[in-house]
């Protein structure tokens, strides 16, 4: 094996295949800087590319893109607080308010480097699980995929900062915008008041930029300010690798994290990052912070969503089950390479096996060291007046959220959004479990659903399920413990200066 | 009673009838669509009459006790505290902004797209940011340029419009 991967070292950087490599680079960071925009659209782009070429530099191109995805996606989720991708939610709660105290460099520079490390370490998984990880994968039935649901749910009540009840109802209120459109299994639509833009429910770019892009634009224009409020950076790039070197145990866990849920299918990018920041939250020391700027809460879930695209190629490779519309793609550009991914795939195409591992490490490198090199450039336009930034932002949304369905629906969906969201911003509604709420709401409903036709209640009684059940508590346990105990140290406090 | 909190027990009232309404409307749904949609509007209804509750209760008993709209004051951020006044002048300042995004998009659906987006930065630069001509001129350029290059690469799709533009 160790052999093979040499030799797959040595195709990978023969120099054509490099300048693939660079050019998906390229385009991944540039589909991720854009919000709304995913790895799908960087995949439809380059696909009709990848005709014709050698297997090696097909495989460079497009895992070049889809590795650095979630590198470029942090520009926006730090700067303008608005999701790059699904996969970067979670980065926005501490990433922006740390943009805002002018740290937007310290911010992205930490980003990057996890991003590299997670992304490195993924690919070290993917090269480690190609051959034991097929009885994992098999053991995983709807039972387990619904508590993994219900696991990144119970992250609902560790973002609630302060307000645990509104971030409950926020998290049910976005279950229940996620029941809109057709029911799983039954041919039902619900919610849809005869629209014919409601059908397939509301696309989560819509969403996640009516949430949080329009409240924050609109916040900005009338405090006539900028990103960052006084009108200087202090952070540096410089100690963003310092934070990050500091995390690193942070950034190992993370990663493993990220790429051991990466390697089951259906559970998506965005489920991931939510647990990352969740249980990020919960194993760390001096936690007030969070949620206001603390650099952790970047570094979790950055390392866990670049570590999880090795995880995720797992089951992609070996058994051709697509977790994510860019992993679906992304087989049929193999199969248009003449490769068939499937159980035969590490046996009969052990070197292109292995030059995707490479692909994968080295292009998360040259991603974040593109990305570095462009952080203090990029971050001074949290010192840009609003009044100049945000009419080109508003313009970039509006393009972008009409992308997700191409329909007129899409850009009066995310006027009405940035309405709600901005009205939960002024009432200090948590906004965050509302986002967890909706993507959760399908992939809980399915495989509750699936569940119960299958196994009864009998599931239940599971003993993986049992496992996953503990796991929540003890996460619930550990993430709500410190809020009560400061809440009741707060109330004995007031009730003492009372008396 | 400040704007927030009735801004906040305004929306606790509106979130109570959307998880009232959900719920009735699910019991329409055949046995499999509806359990999913009917629980999450059972408890979502529960815990908004409670939480309606618990904003009327807090808001009668924490004048005077340094905590506002049922939250303790130390929980907000320094900036989402203002006075009246304030509060009052914000509100009025993001309707006005939010005009300004509802005209852009108003404009997209009548003139089209690049005409739209070229009219509103224009517009909002010269206006709001005070920029000057030259400088504006050319910042609308290089949004066009921008957005036909973008267009291009990234096989993107512009809305539909009156003008057919």
């Given at each position: 094996?160790f052999e093979?991967?040499?030799?797959?070292?040595?195709?990978i950087?023969?120099?054509?295949?490099l300048g693939w490599?660079?050019?998906?680079?390229?385009?991944?960071?540039?589909?991720?800087?854009?919000?709304g925009?995913?790895?799908?659209?960087?995949?439809?782009?380059?696909?009709?590319?990848?005709?014709?070429?050698?297997?090696?530099?097909g495989?460079?191109?497009?895992?070049?893109?889809?590795a650095?995805?979630?590198?470029?996606?942090?520009f926006?989720?730090?700067?303008?607080?608005?999701p790059?991708?699904?996969?970067s939610?979670?980065?926005i709660?501490?990433?922006?308010?740390?943009?805002?105290?002018g740290?937007?460099?310290t911010?992205?520079?930490?980003?990057f480097?996890?991003?590299?490390?997670?992304?490195?370490?993924?690919?070290?998984?993917?090269?480690a699980t190609?051959s034991?990880?097929?009885?994992?994968?098999?053991?995983?039935?709807?039972?387990?995929?619904?508590?993994?649901?219900?696991f990144?749910?119970?992250?609902v009540?560790?973002?609630?900062?302060?307000?645990?009840?509104?971030?409950?109802?926020?998290?049910?209120?976005?279950?229940?915008?996620?029941?809109?459109?057709?029911?799983?299994?039954?041919?039902?639509?619900?919610y849809?008041?005869?629209?014919?833009?409601?059908?397939?429910?509301?696309?989560l770019?819509v969403?996640?930029?009516?949430?949080?892009?329009?409240?924050?634009?609109?916040d900005?224009?009338?405090q006539?300010?900028?990103i960052?409020?006084?009108?200087?950076?202090?952070?540096?790039?410089?100690?963003?690798?310092?934070?990050?070197?500091?995390h690193?145990?942070?950034?190992?866990?993370?990663?493993?994290l990220g790429?051991?849920?990466?390697?089951?299918?259906?559970?998506?990018?965005?489920?991931?990052?939510?647990?990352?920041?969740?249980?990020?939250k919960?194993t760390?020391?001096?936690r007030?912070?969070f949620g206001?700027g603390?650099?952790?809460?970047?570094?979790?879930?950055?390392?866990a969503?670049?570590?999880?695209?090795?995880?995720?190629?797992v089951?992609?490779?070996?058994?051709?089950?697509?977790?994510?519309?860019t992993?679906?793609m992304l087989?049929?550009?193999?199969?248009l390479?003449?490769?068939?991914?499937?159980?035969a795939?590490?046996?009969?195409?052990?070197?292109?096996?292995?030059?995707?591992v490479?692909s994968?490490?080295l292009?998360?490198i040259?991603?974040?060291?593109?990305?570095?090199?462009?952080?203090?450039?990029?971050?001074?336009?949290?010192?840009?007046?609003?009044?100049?930034?945000v009419?080109?932002?508003?313009?970039?949304i509006?393009?972008?959220?009409?992308q997700?369905?191409?329909?007129?629906?899409?850009?009066?969906?995310?006027?009405?959004?940035?309405v709600?969201?901005?009205?939960?911003?002024?009432?200090?509604?948590?906004?965050?479990?509302?986002?967890?709420g909706?993507?959760l709401?399908l992939?809980?409903?399915?495989?509750?659903?699936?569940?119960?036709s299958?196994?009864?209640l009998?599931w239940?009684?599971?003993?993986?399920?049992?496992?996953?059940?503990?796991?929540?508590?003890?996460?619930?346990?550990?993430?709500?413990?410190?809020?009560?105990?400061?809440r009741?140290?707060?109330?004995r406090?007031?009730s003492?200066?009372?008396? | 009673?400040?704007?927030?909190?009735?801004?906040?027990?305004?929306f606790?009232?509106?979130?109570?009838?959307?998880?009232?309404?959900?719920?009735?409307?699910?019991?329409?749904?055949?046995?499999?669509?509806r359990y999913?949609?009917?629980?999450?509007?059972?408890a979502?209804?529960?815990?908004?009459?409670?939480?309606?509750?618990?904003?009327?209760?807090?808001?009668r008993?924490a004048?005077?006790?340094?905590?506002?709209?049922g939250?303790?004051?130390?929980?907000?951020?320094?900036?989402?505290?203002?006075?009246?006044?304030?509060?009052?002048?914000?509100?009025?300042?993001?309707?006005?902004?939010?005009?300004?995004?509802v005209?852009?998009?108003?404009?997209?659906?009548?003139?089209?797209?690049?005409?739209a987006?070229?009219?509103?930065?224009?517009?909002f630069?010269?206006?709001?940011?005070?920029?000057?001509?030259?400088?504006?001129?050319l910042?609308?350029?290089?949004?066009?340029?921008g957005?036909?290059?973008?267009?291009?690469?990234?096989?993107?799709?512009w809305?539909?419009?009156l003008?057919?533009?």
């Amino acid at each position: 094996m160790f052999e093979a991967a040499v030799e797959a070292l040595g195709l990978i950087l023969q120099i054509d295949r490099l300048g693939w490599m660079l050019l998906g680079c390229s385009v991944g960071l540039v589909v991720g800087l854009l919000p709304g925009l995913g790895g799908t659209v960087g995949m439809s782009i380059l696909l009709p590319f990848v005709f014709g070429m050698d297997a090696y530099s097909g495989v460079a191109l497009l895992i070049g893109m889809a590795a650095v995805i979630h590198t470029g996606d942090t520009f926006p989720s730090v700067l303008i607080g608005v999701p790059g991708s699904s996969g970067s939610q979670a980065t926005i709660v501490d990433g922006y308010p740390l943009a805002r105290q002018g740290k937007a460099a310290t911010a992205l520079s930490a980003a990057f480097i996890v991003s590299m490390a997670g992304g490195v370490f993924g690919a070290v998984v993917l090269f480690a699980t190609l051959s034991v990880a097929q009885p994992l994968v098999l053991a995983l039935g709807s039972p387990e995929l619904f508590m993994l649901a219900i696991f990144g749910l119970s992250m609902v009540g560790v973002l609630s900062l302060g307000s645990p009840l509104a971030g409950l109802i926020s998290g049910l209120l976005g279950l229940a915008i996620g029941t809109i459109g057709g029911a799983p299994g039954v041919p039902v639509y619900r919610y849809t008041f005869d629209l014919i833009y409601l059908f397939d429910g509301i696309p989560l770019p819509v969403l996640a930029l009516g949430l949080f892009a329009v409240p924050e634009m609109l916040d900005l224009l009338a405090q006539r300010g900028q990103i960052a409020h006084g009108a200087k950076l202090t952070g540096s790039r410089l100690e963003g690798i310092r934070e990050a070197l500091r995390h690193k145990w942070l950034v190992l866990r993370s990663a493993a994290l990220g790429s051991a849920l990466g390697i089951v299918p259906g559970i998506g990018g965005s489920v991931i990052d939510w647990i990352a920041y969740g249980v990020t939250k919960q194993t760390v020391r001096d936690r007030e912070n969070f949620g206001r700027g603390d650099i952790r809460g970047v570094i979790g879930p950055e390392s866990a969503n670049n570590a999880k695209e090795g995880g995720a190629l797992v089951p992609t490779l070996i058994f051709g089950i697509p977790g994510s519309g860019t992993t679906a793609m992304l087989l049929g550009g193999l199969v248009l390479l003449g490769i068939e991914p499937g159980p035969a795939m590490v046996r009969e195409h052990l070197s292109v096996t292995l030059s995707i591992v490479w692909s994968l490490a080295l292009a998360n490198i040259f991603g974040a060291a593109a990305c570095i090199a462009c952080a203090g450039l990029v971050a001074r336009a949290s010192i840009v007046p609003a009044s100049r930034l945000v009419p080109f932002l508003f313009i970039i949304i509006t393009v972008a959220a009409y992308q997700s369905t191409r329909h007129w629906g899409d850009i009066v969906a995310l006027l009405v959004l940035g309405v709600l969201g901005w009205i939960m911003k002024q009432a200090a509604w948590p906004r965050a479990p509302m986002l967890i709420g909706f993507v959760l709401s399908l992939v809980t409903e399915r495989y509750l659903h699936l569940s119960m036709s299958r196994y009864g209640l009998e599931w239940l009684a599971f003993p993986s399920v049992l496992a996953i059940l503990a796991m929540i508590v003890i996460a619930l346990v550990l993430g709500l413990a410190p809020d009560l105990r400061r809440r009741r140290a707060r109330a004995r406090a007031a009730s003492e200066a009372q008396s | 009673m400040t704007v927030r909190d009735r801004l906040r027990l305004g929306f606790s009232l509106v979130v109570l009838c959307l998880f009232a309404y959900a719920g009735l409307e699910a019991l329409d749904f055949s046995r499999r669509a509806r359990y999913m949609p009917l629980y999450v509007s059972v408890a979502g209804f529960t815990l908004s009459a409670l939480l309606v509750f618990l904003e009327c209760w807090r808001m009668r008993t924490a004048a005077g006790r340094g905590t506002r709209r049922g939250v303790a004051i130390e929980d907000l951020a320094a900036e989402d505290l203002f006075s009246p006044e304030e509060e009052r002048h914000r509100l009025k300042t993001t309707a006005y902004y939010l005009l300004w995004m509802v005209g852009y998009v108003a404009m997209i659906a009548l003139v089209g797209l690049p005409v739209a987006s070229a009219l509103f930065l224009g517009a909002f630069l010269l206006v709001e940011a005070r920029m000057r001509p030259l400088a504006t001129a050319l910042s609308v350029a290089a949004m066009l340029a921008g957005l036909l290059v973008l267009t291009h690469l990234m096989h993107l799709r512009w809305p539909s419009s009156l003008a057919g533009w």
